[in-house]
């Protein structure tokens, strides 16, 4: 735990883990919500079908600043708390996606493939409305019966999930917020944004002006000139590559079948102010050992086949990672979680003590472990339930076993989140799931267990925001309030604003081109036909093994190294990395220039700066996208 200490001292001066909290959940607050789902939520929708985008994390910081300064004027600021609230359900209005997620399942029903591998007749009903049969896909119509079903589950996955994932956050919260008390670094930044727009410090809102405007500046000329040039005067414009600038073409000079490049995004230079140097270094070593030298290797041992020269970063990155990196980043995602509590395991006894004997725990109440234990069984239950009704010819084992699955993972994620400031989100694992137990249907591949997929963001990001909530001093009821209230409203909206562009042009089109939406039914289809494999046992042995060797160096020899960052790596595309470690050379610049404390106390504006002027270009670029394009269309 010698690196979770040093942490903690960083981060040790805004921790507001013993504060009593308040409530954020007022009018005014619920007033920027509707804001959000009503204006920013369709430029978001917009974007998503033009660029496959989703831009609601850096929209909502641009959210946060004009609300704020709105109230400012009128003379009543608001309270941290009430932008906290704001801000979490900016995030949560994500679930206006599903409208466009709608359409994009009757595409993929509808898709050439699907009729080429004779599966057609294969879909369930409640996935998507049968082509040819009924009319939805000609008349283009969303709001339709044929529909009721598909919108049903969709309603009944959201609430399931959200009882499986805001009991494995408060069970997260006991762990590695009261107990453990991690830094979150990502956390903190937000959390110093709420109270400097709160409480208007003038010296950090210079320093929130001057990034905020550098990144308004550069973004413009990254994403804001070619959305508006393609809007506008319909130029294909192209300035500063997005997300990342492709050197592959270079790189495969020297080491064939590496995946290369810099990462172009200002979030991903936010993100690295904040964290640790060493997290930093980390996440680069993991990543370049496998998809730089493990690459290059598999390319001379002729095992990575599907390597070409001229292949993208892109291309190589998940190629390889679908291929070969899948179950070893499994392994060592679980490793980073388990093994620092292995190696000093008093928090975790204690912690789990605490859920056995909740009359000895300092939580009380609603806040109790064992109160989010029973939750946590009960959603688990219910998402079997609901998922063997829907996938009924997959072996009940599946969904009992993840459970145990998504409990573990989640609570390596969150760690990992704590210590990096990263969510590590496994990809591919309730696939793996069912490719290992041979399942032959084609219903399981179309739906996974609400809230315990194997993907176990959900669950540690819960975690994150009662974090949040401990350090703006909020009361964390106001954030499962919030979700309550936000999503079924975004659902609603999210379904007629999908609807509003699905009658203004075909999805896909010229208009809405949905650019991953074929990539994702290629890959979809490999699995249902089963013409991919993601394990090797020898490597995930290996692996585990490199892990355990990884996490021993650090804890004796006290090496700067981190196993989370080296798992949080083994997600990261290669140019991300780079991008991060050009924001630490530049970190380093500024400590060594105008001193370390000035940077330590800084370093949080600097960063929500960044993410405030990035999240103003794209909501703006986005709004004058949607008007100039809705008037081509109406004039076509």
Partial sequence: MIENRKLQGKFANIDKTNVRPESGLTWRSMLGLLYTIAIVQPAVIWIYLATNSMVLAAASYASIYVLSELFNIAGKPLTKQEILVFWVGSQLASAGAAGSSLIFNLYYRRHPLVTAFHLTTSFPEWFAPAPYISKVWDLRLLIHSDWMLPILVVAINMLITAVVVTSLGFIGRDLYVVREKLPFPIQQVTAQLCSTLSKRERGRLEIFAIFATASLVYSFIQYGVPTLADAIFDWPVKTIPLPWLDLNYIMERILPGASFGVGTDLSTIAIALVLPSQVIVSILIGSAAVYVIGNAVLVSLGIFTEWTPGMTVQGAWSRSML????????????????????????????????????????????????????????????????????????????????????????????????VTGIAVNVPHAYQSVLLASGYGGVSGWLVTPPGISGGVFEGAQWCAYFKLADLTETDPTDLVKTLAIVSPLALVCGVFFAQMFWTLAPIPSNLFPCPAWDVSIIMSLQFVTKQITLFNWTWLVGTFIIGVVIQALAIFTHLPISLAGIAAGFVTPMPYSISQLFALIFAKILQWRLGKEWFARNRLMMAAGLLVGQGFVTAFSAAVAIVFKSMWVEVY
Wanted: glycine fraction near 6%.
């Fill in 323 to 418: 291929h070969f990196w899948t179950g070893p980043s499994i392994i060592v995602a679980i490793a980073a979680g388990l093994l620092p509590m292995i190696f000093s395991p008093r928090p975790l006894i204690e912690s789990f003590q605490r859920l056995i004997k909740p009359a000895e725990t300092a939580e009380k109440g609603f806040y109790r472990s064992r109160v989010w234990m029973l939750v946590f069984a009960g959603g688990a239950i219910a998402s079997i339930a609901f998922y063997h009704l829907l996938a009924p010819d997959v072996p009940i084992l599946i969904p009992i076993f993840l459970v145990l699955w998504t409990f573990i993972l989640t609570l390596a994620s969150a760690r990992i989140l704590g």
